[in-house]
């Protein structure tokens, strides 16, 4: 049986949607599955984005009045190390059950084998940080390697198409 955490990155990774929410969601659309439970911060009068905790939702905007348009959402999988389930949302938990505090990679990716779901690596962004991308849904997946950890899973991003 798949964690439940694992099947929820599994979908991510998968969809490039978290729940039914693509990147390209505007602001009522996340509140309306995530809640108000979150920290709306701002740049400028031209970017905004929410911090739900391990996910967050950014927008963009051509000028002050107008709509905002979705750009991508981030899950900081790596947040979860520092403090545990209490930085994911609770609708997450409430659909997802708990979720661990650091996460194999490695059981992931073969979750993802098994579903047919295949990850390509890119190259390396940094020291310690393997990146791959998920063709299908654009989604990139970040690990860490370092001496604590063999290889944790840091973040999944999701881009507007």
């Known amino acids: 049986m798949t964690p439940h955490s694992l ?7 998968t969809t490039g949607k978290l729940l039914c929410l693509e990147p390209s969601a505007t602001p009522d659309e996340v509140t309306a599955v995530l809640g108000t439970d979150c920290a709306e911060n701002s740049l400028d009068t031209t970017t905004m984005w929410r911090d739900y905790g391990m996910v967050e939702f950014h927008w963009l905007r051509s000028a002050p009045g107008h709509p905002w348009e979705g750009h991508h959402f981030t899950l900081h999988v790596h947040r ?3 403090w545990g389930g209490s930085s994911v949302n609770k609708t997450l938990r409430d659909r997802y059950g708990r979720f661990a505090r650091r996460t194999d990679f490695t059981k992931l990716r073969r979750i993802l084998e098994r579903r047919g779901v295949p990850l390509i690596q890119v190259p390396q962004p940094a020291d310690g940080i393997d990146e791959f991308r998920q063709p299908a849904s654009g989604v990139s997946v970040m690990s ?4 604590r950890q063999a290889s944790d899973l840091y973040t999944i991003h999701s881009p507007m198409a």
């Open 144 to 147: 860490e390697r370092g001496p």
């Open 80 to 82: 979860l190390s520092y």
């Open 7 to 13: 099947a929820f990155y599994a979908d991510v990774i």
